[in-house]
């Protein structure tokens, strides 16, 4: 697999605020937009679109817009597109085509070159960023203080987006009939693996969140929460309710041990010991990699996986990740205010529950 070039500025900078990447080929517009979220620092926190050949790409149930999910960026090849950011203020940006890229064949986008610092998105828009870097050099402005702050924290931190954008490997087109998770699914399974917890995980699907899977749970307790990391569930649970429950990580599978067994494989020159799950054995390979100099290395090779494997599973359960609104729960005072406008006797628990139970299931059918 090779890699499309595209250059990505900003319209109306000056001097151009310009990202040169090399995005794999297989890529979506959803992966198109994660990438210029990545190289310009921003949060996604606005909506967007694209305009490409007469063509409006979104997100799904943007307007008129074409699922970006669903549209391959190679069937855009040579035509510029339009991708505008924050409906309200307005961040216009165009993507221009390069040359391909064979000798790059990666699962993430590539930085290749950049010019300018990165204008942070709470600016509103290109215009006001120049107000601000003016007010910058004005100490009578009204904007004086808030902009001095901005420029101190203006830089473009090279390192800081090459590894955001490795830990967001390209996902392509949604299969059709494909099922989305939010994004949080996607990141609790690699922080997992990175943290190479030994219990499996699961995903919540009532309460839309991640849950680390013990043997055991005090008696009469469902859940409780650890100190850190995400929330538990016992094993019985989890057996009872197999429909709310969906399975992350499978034990024996993503762990430690296969890791190190997959680096050994890898690199037979090593001579490292076979690992099982014992922590004794664990320990003796990691003693191996220190004394040969190799954490560096080892610790890059898992965080490749690591990033990796959720797309894995996803393909094999017919899932695909995605920051949507329209997955999530929704805020509390969305929920309350459905709850009070229902006309029931919201004092009676048993009520509140089944309405709650209600807008979850709405939420999940949208």
Same mark, same amino acid.
């Given at each position: ?19 040169? !990447? ?60 339009t991708y505008i950011y924050d409906m309200k203020d307005g961040w216009n940006v165009t993507i221009t085509w ?8 990666? @699962?993430?986008? %590539?930085? *290749? ?22 007010a910058a050099e004005d100490p009578r402005n009204d904007l004086y203080g808030k902009a001095i702050k901005m ?17 967001? @490997? ?10 989305? *998770? ?38 009469? !307790? ?23 429950? %969906?399975? *992350? ?116 059918? *949208?």
């Open positions: 697999m090779s890699s499309f070039q595209l250059n990505i500025s900003i319209d109306g900078s000056y001097p151009p605020i310009i990202r040169t !990447v090399a995005i794999p080929e297989n890529a979506s517009f959803n992966d198109l937009n994660s990438t210029i979220q990545s190289v310009f620092g921003w949060s996604d926190a606005h909506e967007h679109v694209f305009r490409s050949g007469g063509m409006k790409i979104g997100p799904r149930g943007h307007g008129d817009a074409v699922d970006e999910d669903t549209v391959p960026l190679s069937e855009h090849i040579g035509r510029e597109i390069d040359e391909d890229r064979k000798d790059i064949d990666l @699962p993430w986008s %590539l930085l *290749l070159g950049w010019s300018e610092e990165s204008p942070p998105e709470s600016c509103g828009n290109i215009s006001g960023f120049y107000v601000m870097l003016d420029c101190e924290n203006l830089y473009f931190d090279e390192d800081g987006v090459t590894s955001g954008l490795e830990c967001w @490997p390209t996902q392509g087109v949604r299969p059709e009939g494909s099922e989305i *998770l939010p994004q949080g699914v996607r990141m609790a399974i690699m922080g997992n693996i990175l943290a190479f917890h030994k219990e499996p995980m699961v995903y919540d699907i009532d309460d839309l969140e991640v849950r680390v899977v013990m043997d055991r749970a005090p008696r009469g !307790v469902k859940v409780k929460r650890r100190d850190n990391g995400p929330r538990t569930v016992s094993a019985a649970s989890v057996s009872i309710e197999p429909g709310r429950y %969906l399975p *992350l990580s499978p034990p024996g599978i993503v762990n430690m041990a296969s890791f190190m067994n997959g680096y050994s494989t890898e690199y037979p020159e090593l001579e490292l010991p076979h690992v099982e799950p014992e922590q004794g054995s664990i320990d003796g390979f990691m003693k191996k990699i220190a004394e040969k100099e190799m954490g560096a290395h080892f610790d890059r090779y898992v965080f490749d996986r690591a990033s990796l494997f959720p797309f894995e599973w996803a393909r094999n359960h017919g899932y695909y990740f995605k920051d949507c609104h329209d997955v999530e729960l929704g805020s509390a005072m969305d929920m309350a205010r459905m709850i009070q406008e229902s006309g029931e006797d919201v004092d009676d628990p048993e009520v509140v529950d089944r309405l709650i139970e209600r807008y979850m299931e709405d939420r999940r059918s *949208l």
